[in-house]
Structure formats: C-alpha cells, structure tokens
C-alpha cells in the first residue's frame, strides 16, 4: 500500500492559538516538535499496518516545519514552498490512500484557529458549495481517485471530515473551547489514539470513496474586504460579483480550480490596510 500524508498545523495536540503556529512566535518551536512526534505516530502505525510507500507532505505555512532530522527514516518528506499544489503537492493515481493530519475547520466556523488558508478569505465556495481546506484537498485526491481514508484534528475540523466523507475514520485529539483555547489530550495519549485509528483506518479504507469533483467547477472566494478581492481579481478570467467581496473562476477542472485558489489568496494578501 502506498499512502499520501498531509500534514497541517493548528489541528495538532495541544496546540491552543497562533503562538504555536507562526515561526516568529515563542511557542513555535516547541510546536514544530510536537508536530513532528504527531506524524511519526502516523507513520509507524501506517507501516506496522501493511504500508510500504509513506510520502509526508508538509502543508502548514511555509511548509517547512516537520523537523526531518527526527522524523521516521522510512517515510519520505516534501517540504518547502513554491509548491504547484501546496497541501496536496506530489499526490497522484499511484497512492492506494490520504490521510489528513493536525487539521482545522473552515473559516467563520467554530473551532481552534479555524480559517481558510488565509485570513483575509471568509469562504471558499465550488459550484455554490460552501467548503474549506479539507475540501478542496479531498476533491483533488478525488480528481486522482484517491479516498481521504483518516482525519484527525481538533474536534470541530473531524465533525467537518464526516460530513463531507463518508465512512472516514477520525481521531480528536483536542476539543475546542474557543478559537484560542482548547482541552487537549497529552501528546503521548494522543500518539496512542492515533495509532489506533490509523490502524482502523487502514483496514476499512475501501470502505470509503473518493470524493469525486465536480467537472468544470465554478470556484468562487469570498474575501473579508473589497481590497482583497480587487488584489484577486488581477488573475485573468476572474471577475468579482457586483456589490460583493467574492471572486469568481469557471476553472475546467478541479486542479485548475485549486490553483486559481492558490493564485487568488497570495494576490490578495497583498492587501496592506485591513
């Protein structure tokens, strides 16, 4: 079996605010750390269970937290960003299986550090279908035919995974309080949760299947200010829906549309005055 890992920041265990998750802040180091133990859990459960191939994809920020110096010596890291397809770069029809790890839910919704790739978005939307990160990942591993077969994360972003795939397995490993705080298991409980659950999820993976996308999907993003979505609007073939905030893309498939995404939310971080 060869398995596709994405692993994100701020649905890691223990991790309460952005203190944790930004390289300028205290905390980060001692999050890269955590965040790094969280994916080894993942990676000796997978082997232990009959993977042979494990591919850790980095997809927090500048994608380069995972300490690789103490990451398990048999899985292979991407690392670094530009990447062509950020979160899920490098996943192809060849891997059997995704998994995301330390995942969060979407913006405007509760849970710890919920948001959608950037702050300046309040929604992503395909075909008028309101989604987030972990959507638009699972309909690229859909595009390739590739299930999303475990989620973990804060207890907000696995209630997400389940109602957007069916038959995923899940691990909570910390419960939101509020954007910023969270009770959370240790993380040698959580290591022990998720090795179970990694375990399970790989004997039921064929239960699940790939969330298929829509064909020419409509991309539409909804900023938080009209300075955003003018940035935005500066990729050609988009336009912005009069007296809104969102930006639309007519992408002719779903890859087209994450990277119409990727190109929209760096032009409009550009925005300087909020």
């Known amino acids: 079996m060869k398995l596709y890992v994405s692993v994100d920041m701020e649905g890691i265990t223990g ?52 300490l690789i110096d ?59 279908h309101q989604i987030g990160e972990m959507g638009l990942n699972a309909y690229l591993a859909g595009y390739y035919e590739v299930p999303i077969i475990f989620v973990a994360g804060d207890d907000q972003a696995v209630k997400e995974a389940k109602e957007l795939i069916p038959h995923v397995t899940v691990a909570a490993v910390k419960e939101t309080i509020s954007r910023s705080a969270v009770k959370s298991l240790t993380p040698k409980k959580a290591g022990e949760l998720l090795t179970n659950k990694v375990e399970r999820a790989i004997h039921n993976r064929h239960q699940v299947k790939p969330l298929t996308p829509p064909s020419h999907p409509v991309l539409r993003i909804e900023f938080n200010n009209f300075g955003q979505a003018e940035w935005a609007n500066l990729m050609p073939g988009t336009e912005i829906e009069p007296g809104t905030t969102t930006v639309v893309f007519q992408a002719k498939d779903i890859r087209e549309a994450y990277q119409a995404m990727l190109v929209m939310t760096e032009l409009a971080m550009n925005t300087t005055f909020s």
């Open 15 to 66: 991790l309460p605010d952005h203190t944790f998750v930004d390289a300028r802040k205290h905390n980060y180091d001692r999050a890269r750390k955590v965040m790094t133990e969280e994916t080894n859990y993942v990676i000796r459960a997978a082997f232990q269970n009959g993977c042979k191939d494990i591919v850790i994809n980095d997809s927090h920020s500048k994608m380069n937290n995972i």
């Open 70 to 128: 103490q990451l398990e010596s048999e899985a292979k890291l991407i690392t670094g960003d530009v990447k062509p397809f950020s979160m899920m770069q490098g996943l192809d029809d060849t891997y059997n299986g995704a998994m995301f790890i330390g995942y969060h839910a979407r913006a405007g919704q509760f849970g710890v550090m919920s948001h959608a790739m950037i702050h300046a978005v309040r929604n992503f939307y395909i075909n008028d």
